[in-house]
Protein backbone atom coordinates (compact mmCIF):
# COMPACT_ATOMS: atom_id res chain seq x y z
CA UNK A 1 0.00 0.00 0.00
CA UNK A 2 1.09 3.49 -1.12
CA UNK A 3 2.20 5.98 1.58
CA UNK A 4 0.89 9.70 2.23
CA UNK A 5 4.28 10.65 0.72
CA UNK A 6 4.72 8.75 -1.99
CA UNK A 7 0.68 9.68 -3.37
CA UNK A 8 2.19 13.24 -2.71
CA UNK A 9 5.12 12.86 -5.06
CA UNK A 10 3.20 11.27 -7.57
CA UNK A 11 0.65 13.75 -7.84
CA UNK A 12 3.25 16.54 -7.88
CA UNK A 13 4.87 14.57 -10.90
CA UNK A 14 1.56 14.48 -12.87
CA UNK A 15 0.73 18.28 -11.90
CA UNK A 16 4.25 18.89 -13.53
CA UNK A 17 4.00 17.47 -16.55
CA UNK A 18 0.42 19.27 -17.19
CA UNK A 19 2.17 22.43 -17.67
CA UNK A 20 5.01 20.74 -20.25
CA UNK A 21 3.51 21.55 -23.42
CA UNK A 22 4.94 18.95 -25.80
CA UNK A 23 6.57 20.50 -28.69
CA UNK A 24 10.07 19.20 -30.98
CA UNK A 25 11.89 22.22 -30.44
CA UNK A 26 12.34 24.14 -26.80
CA UNK A 27 14.54 27.23 -26.69
CA UNK A 28 15.41 27.48 -23.13
CA UNK A 29 14.73 30.71 -21.08
CA UNK A 30 14.23 31.38 -17.37
CA UNK A 31 11.05 30.36 -16.85
CA UNK A 32 11.88 26.63 -17.69
CA UNK A 33 15.20 26.66 -16.47
CA UNK A 34 15.80 25.26 -12.30
CA UNK A 35 19.18 25.78 -10.43
CA UNK A 36 19.85 24.05 -6.97
CA UNK A 37 22.92 23.60 -5.50
CA UNK A 38 24.91 20.30 -5.77
CA UNK A 39 26.20 18.23 -2.98
CA UNK A 40 29.63 19.70 -2.84
CA UNK A 41 27.89 23.04 -3.44
CA UNK A 42 25.92 22.45 0.25
CA UNK A 43 29.43 21.60 1.50
CA UNK A 44 30.87 24.41 0.39
CA UNK A 45 28.06 27.15 1.76
CA UNK A 46 28.74 25.07 5.34
CA UNK A 47 32.64 25.65 4.77
CA UNK A 48 31.75 29.25 4.22
CA UNK A 49 29.29 29.43 7.21
CA UNK A 50 32.03 28.32 9.54
CA UNK A 51 34.84 30.29 8.11
CA UNK A 52 32.70 33.38 8.75
CA UNK A 53 31.37 32.24 12.46
CA UNK A 54 35.31 31.72 12.89
CA UNK A 55 36.52 35.03 11.44
CA UNK A 56 34.04 36.74 13.63
CA UNK A 57 34.96 34.90 16.68
CA UNK A 58 38.58 35.31 16.06
CA UNK A 59 38.24 38.52 14.38
CA UNK A 60 40.62 37.53 11.31
CA UNK A 61 40.62 39.81 8.63
CA UNK A 62 42.35 37.18 6.37
CA UNK A 63 39.33 34.93 7.27
CA UNK A 64 37.10 37.35 6.14
CA UNK A 65 38.96 38.14 2.89
CA UNK A 66 39.23 33.85 2.20
CA UNK A 67 35.17 33.73 3.07
CA UNK A 68 33.56 36.21 1.04
CA UNK A 69 36.37 35.69 -2.27
CA UNK A 70 35.22 32.30 -2.18
CA UNK A 71 31.88 33.57 -1.94
CA UNK A 72 31.63 35.89 -4.34
CA UNK A 73 33.32 33.13 -6.47
CA UNK A 74 30.55 30.66 -5.74
CA UNK A 75 27.82 33.50 -7.21
CA UNK A 76 29.86 34.28 -10.12
CA UNK A 77 29.99 30.43 -10.80
CA UNK A 78 26.05 30.42 -9.98
CA UNK A 79 25.64 33.00 -12.45
CA UNK A 80 27.51 31.25 -15.39
CA UNK A 81 25.84 27.99 -14.60
CA UNK A 82 22.44 29.19 -15.18
CA UNK A 83 23.65 31.26 -18.13
CA UNK A 84 25.34 27.82 -19.91
CA UNK A 85 21.72 26.34 -20.45
CA UNK A 86 19.80 30.25 -20.49
CA UNK A 87 19.49 30.59 -24.24
CA UNK A 88 20.11 27.83 -25.47
CA UNK A 89 17.82 25.75 -28.52
CA UNK A 90 16.64 22.16 -28.45
CA UNK A 91 15.71 20.91 -31.12
CA UNK A 92 14.92 16.64 -32.21
CA UNK A 93 15.46 15.15 -35.35
CA UNK A 94 11.95 12.83 -36.41
CA UNK A 95 12.73 9.16 -34.89
CA UNK A 96 12.91 6.20 -37.05
CA UNK A 97 11.27 3.35 -36.45
CA UNK A 98 12.65 0.27 -35.39
CA UNK A 99 12.22 -3.58 -34.49
CA UNK A 100 10.88 -4.58 -30.84
CA UNK A 101 14.29 -5.60 -28.64
CA UNK A 102 15.81 -3.02 -29.92
CA UNK A 103 16.73 0.69 -28.32
CA UNK A 104 15.42 3.82 -30.03
CA UNK A 105 17.84 6.64 -30.75
CA UNK A 106 16.91 9.74 -30.55
CA UNK A 107 18.59 12.85 -32.49
CA UNK A 108 18.79 15.86 -29.84
CA UNK A 109 20.43 19.28 -31.71
CA UNK A 110 21.46 21.86 -29.65
CA UNK A 111 21.63 25.34 -31.06
CA UNK A 112 23.62 28.23 -29.55
CA UNK A 113 23.31 32.01 -30.70
CA UNK A 114 25.70 33.30 -28.00
CA UNK A 115 29.25 34.71 -29.10
CA UNK A 116 31.24 32.18 -26.61
CA UNK A 117 30.94 28.20 -26.34
CA UNK A 118 28.48 26.82 -23.93
CA UNK A 119 30.88 24.07 -22.02
CA UNK A 120 29.66 20.77 -20.07
CA UNK A 121 26.25 20.71 -21.30
CA UNK A 122 24.27 16.38 -21.18
CA UNK A 123 21.09 15.34 -22.39
CA UNK A 124 19.71 12.26 -21.48
CA UNK A 125 16.11 10.55 -20.71
CA UNK A 126 14.40 11.94 -17.58
CA UNK A 127 15.40 9.23 -14.65
CA UNK A 128 18.41 7.72 -16.65
CA UNK A 129 21.66 8.52 -16.18
CA UNK A 130 23.33 7.46 -19.45
CA UNK A 131 24.17 11.40 -19.99
CA UNK A 132 25.43 12.29 -23.53
CA UNK A 133 27.73 15.42 -23.04
CA UNK A 134 28.87 17.67 -25.29
CA UNK A 135 30.02 21.96 -26.21
CA UNK A 136 27.85 24.03 -27.93
CA UNK A 137 30.52 26.01 -29.90
CA UNK A 138 29.84 30.15 -30.58
CA UNK A 139 27.11 31.03 -32.96
CA UNK A 140 26.95 27.03 -33.52
CA UNK A 141 24.81 24.08 -33.07
CA UNK A 142 26.10 20.07 -31.94
CA UNK A 143 24.06 16.80 -31.92
CA UNK A 144 23.60 14.66 -29.31
CA UNK A 145 22.22 10.78 -29.19
CA UNK A 146 20.09 9.62 -26.18
CA UNK A 147 18.03 6.09 -26.52
CA UNK A 148 15.44 4.58 -24.51
CA UNK A 149 13.79 0.89 -25.47
CA UNK A 150 10.12 0.54 -25.54
CA UNK A 151 8.78 -2.40 -23.79
CA UNK A 152 5.77 -3.19 -26.66
CA UNK A 153 5.60 -2.82 -30.50
CA UNK A 154 2.72 0.12 -31.63
CA UNK A 155 3.19 3.71 -32.30
CA UNK A 156 4.94 5.22 -28.89
CA UNK A 157 5.51 8.72 -27.17
CA UNK A 158 8.83 9.53 -26.62
CA UNK A 159 9.72 10.27 -23.03
CA UNK A 160 10.66 13.03 -21.34
CA UNK A 161 13.97 14.21 -21.69
CA UNK A 162 16.49 16.20 -19.31
CA UNK A 163 19.35 18.73 -20.40
CA UNK A 164 21.56 19.63 -17.80
CA UNK A 165 25.04 21.52 -16.82
CA UNK A 166 27.17 21.97 -13.62
CA UNK A 167 29.72 23.91 -15.03
CA UNK A 168 32.21 25.58 -14.10
CA UNK A 169 32.67 24.16 -10.58
CA UNK A 170 30.04 21.69 -9.81
CA UNK A 171 28.21 23.38 -6.93
CA UNK A 172 25.15 24.21 -8.95
CA UNK A 173 23.00 21.74 -10.87
CA UNK A 174 21.16 23.65 -13.51
CA UNK A 175 18.45 21.68 -15.62
CA UNK A 176 15.55 22.20 -17.92
CA UNK A 177 12.64 19.26 -18.63
CA UNK A 178 11.50 18.75 -21.98
CA UNK A 179 8.14 16.79 -23.13
CA UNK A 180 8.56 15.93 -27.11
CA UNK A 181 5.62 15.67 -29.63
CA UNK A 182 7.35 13.02 -31.91
CA UNK A 183 6.16 9.59 -31.43
CA UNK A 184 8.25 6.47 -32.60
CA UNK A 185 7.21 3.27 -34.35
CA UNK A 186 8.01 -0.06 -32.66
CA UNK A 187 7.96 -3.29 -35.40
CA UNK A 188 7.54 -6.36 -33.71
CA UNK A 189 10.64 -8.30 -33.63
CA UNK A 190 11.36 -10.81 -35.75
CA UNK A 191 11.18 -14.77 -35.32
CA UNK A 192 14.53 -15.84 -35.14
CA UNK A 193 15.82 -18.15 -37.35
CA UNK A 194 13.34 -17.31 -39.83
CA UNK A 195 10.80 -20.19 -40.55
CA UNK A 196 10.51 -20.98 -44.44
CA UNK A 197 7.89 -18.82 -46.16
CA UNK A 198 4.54 -20.40 -46.85
CA UNK A 199 3.15 -21.70 -50.25
CA UNK A 200 2.09 -19.41 -52.74
CA UNK A 201 -1.57 -18.99 -53.84
CA UNK A 202 -2.72 -19.70 -57.48
CA UNK A 203 -3.41 -16.68 -59.13
CA UNK A 204 -6.36 -16.01 -61.69
CA UNK A 205 -4.77 -14.00 -64.05
CA UNK A 206 -1.39 -15.81 -63.50
CA UNK A 207 0.71 -13.21 -61.79
CA UNK A 208 2.28 -13.26 -58.65
CA UNK A 209 5.36 -15.54 -56.70
CA UNK A 210 5.93 -19.35 -56.37
CA UNK A 211 7.91 -21.57 -54.03
CA UNK A 212 7.87 -25.32 -53.17
CA UNK A 213 6.35 -25.55 -49.13
CA UNK A 214 9.11 -26.75 -46.70
CA UNK A 215 12.86 -25.76 -47.48
CA UNK A 216 11.73 -22.39 -49.12
CA UNK A 217 13.69 -23.20 -51.95
CA UNK A 218 11.81 -21.39 -55.45
CA UNK A 219 10.72 -23.75 -58.46
CA UNK A 220 10.98 -22.35 -62.16
CA UNK A 221 14.69 -22.37 -61.86
CA UNK A 222 17.35 -21.93 -64.90
CA UNK A 223 20.65 -21.48 -65.73
CA UNK A 224 21.99 -17.58 -65.03
CA UNK A 225 22.42 -15.84 -67.68
CA UNK A 226 25.01 -13.14 -67.42
CA UNK A 227 23.11 -9.59 -66.85
CA UNK A 228 20.44 -11.29 -65.03
CA UNK A 229 19.89 -8.96 -61.59
CA UNK A 230 21.16 -10.05 -58.19
CA UNK A 231 17.49 -10.54 -56.70
CA UNK A 232 16.61 -13.42 -59.09
CA UNK A 233 19.38 -15.43 -58.42
CA UNK A 234 18.75 -18.50 -56.22
CA UNK A 235 21.54 -17.40 -53.42
CA UNK A 236 20.30 -21.05 -51.37
CA UNK A 237 21.62 -23.26 -54.41
CA UNK A 238 24.48 -21.33 -55.17
CA UNK A 239 26.26 -21.79 -51.67
CA UNK A 240 25.19 -25.20 -52.32
CA UNK A 241 26.99 -25.26 -55.71
CA UNK A 242 29.97 -23.81 -54.44
CA UNK A 243 30.18 -26.34 -51.66
CA UNK A 244 30.35 -28.97 -53.91
CA UNK A 245 33.20 -27.05 -55.68
CA UNK A 246 31.02 -26.01 -58.44
CA UNK A 247 30.82 -22.60 -59.48
CA UNK A 248 27.07 -22.96 -61.76
CA UNK A 249 24.63 -20.76 -60.69
CA UNK A 250 20.99 -20.64 -61.10
CA UNK A 251 18.07 -17.87 -61.57
CA UNK A 252 14.16 -18.00 -61.04
CA UNK A 253 12.64 -17.91 -64.31
CA UNK A 254 10.37 -15.09 -64.23
CA UNK A 255 7.64 -17.13 -66.92
CA UNK A 256 7.11 -19.97 -64.09
CA UNK A 257 6.89 -17.29 -61.21
CA UNK A 258 4.14 -16.12 -62.78
CA UNK A 259 1.48 -18.50 -61.66
CA UNK A 260 1.08 -18.21 -58.23
CA UNK A 261 1.44 -15.52 -55.88
CA UNK A 262 2.61 -15.35 -52.13
CA UNK A 263 -0.09 -14.04 -49.12
CA UNK A 264 1.24 -13.59 -45.96
CA UNK A 265 -1.58 -14.25 -43.26
CA UNK A 266 -1.83 -14.60 -39.60
CA UNK A 267 -4.08 -18.27 -40.15
CA UNK A 268 -0.59 -19.61 -42.28
CA UNK A 269 1.73 -19.02 -39.47
CA UNK A 270 0.15 -22.02 -37.48
CA UNK A 271 0.43 -20.54 -34.25
CA UNK A 272 -1.96 -19.40 -31.55
CA UNK A 273 -0.44 -16.52 -29.84
CA UNK A 274 -1.19 -13.25 -31.70
CA UNK A 275 2.16 -11.52 -30.51
CA UNK A 276 3.80 -15.05 -31.95
CA UNK A 277 1.54 -14.34 -35.13
CA UNK A 278 2.90 -10.69 -36.17
CA UNK A 279 6.82 -11.85 -34.94
CA UNK A 280 6.66 -14.48 -37.93
CA UNK A 281 4.48 -12.37 -40.02
CA UNK A 282 7.49 -9.98 -38.99
CA UNK A 283 10.02 -12.55 -40.44
CA UNK A 284 8.68 -13.64 -43.68
CA UNK A 285 7.87 -9.87 -44.48
CA UNK A 286 11.67 -9.30 -44.63
CA UNK A 287 12.68 -12.63 -46.11
CA UNK A 288 10.42 -11.80 -48.81
CA UNK A 289 11.84 -8.42 -49.36
CA UNK A 290 15.40 -9.76 -48.73
CA UNK A 291 14.84 -12.11 -51.95
CA UNK A 292 12.79 -9.39 -54.18
CA UNK A 293 9.30 -11.53 -54.24
CA UNK A 294 6.41 -9.42 -54.43
CA UNK A 295 4.09 -10.51 -51.71
CA UNK A 296 0.59 -8.62 -49.81
CA UNK A 297 -0.21 -9.46 -46.37
CA UNK A 298 -3.64 -9.96 -44.84
CA UNK A 299 -4.71 -9.01 -41.33
CA UNK A 300 -8.44 -8.67 -39.80
CA UNK A 301 -9.71 -5.48 -41.27
CA UNK A 302 -6.94 -4.95 -43.26
CA UNK A 303 -5.59 -6.19 -46.95
CA UNK A 304 -1.70 -4.89 -48.72
CA UNK A 305 -2.14 -5.85 -52.28
CA UNK A 306 1.05 -7.89 -53.77
CA UNK A 307 3.81 -5.21 -54.63
CA UNK A 308 7.73 -5.96 -53.89
CA UNK A 309 10.37 -3.16 -53.08
CA UNK A 310 11.09 -0.37 -49.90
CA UNK A 311 7.28 0.70 -49.92
CA UNK A 312 5.86 -2.52 -49.59
CA UNK A 313 7.93 -3.66 -47.01
CA UNK A 314 7.12 -0.29 -44.99
CA UNK A 315 3.40 -0.53 -45.48
CA UNK A 316 3.93 -4.19 -44.17
CA UNK A 317 5.71 -3.33 -41.47
CA UNK A 318 3.70 -0.52 -40.21
CA UNK A 319 0.59 -2.57 -40.51
CA UNK A 320 2.11 -5.11 -38.34
CA UNK A 321 2.98 -2.62 -35.61
CA UNK A 322 0.03 -1.13 -35.36
CA UNK A 323 -1.74 -4.11 -35.61
Not at 195 to 206: M, N, Q, T
Amino acid sequence: MRGPLSFLRQRWQQWWLARLQPTDTLTLTQRNVYILPTGPGWMLALTLLVLLVASINYQLNLGYLLTFLLAGSAVVGMHLCHGTLRGLTLHLQPPEAHFLGQSAVLDVQLSSERRSTRFGIAVAVHGSQQWAWTDVPAQGSSKVQVAFAPSHRGLHSLPLLTAETRFPLGTFRVWALWRPAAQVLVYPAPEVPTPPLPPGEPHASGIGSTHSQGMGDFEGVRAYRRGDPQQLIVWKKAAQALASGSDNLVSRDSLQMQRHELWLTPERTGLSNPEARLSRLTAWVLQADRLGLDYGLRLPGLEIAPGSGAAQRQRCLQALALA
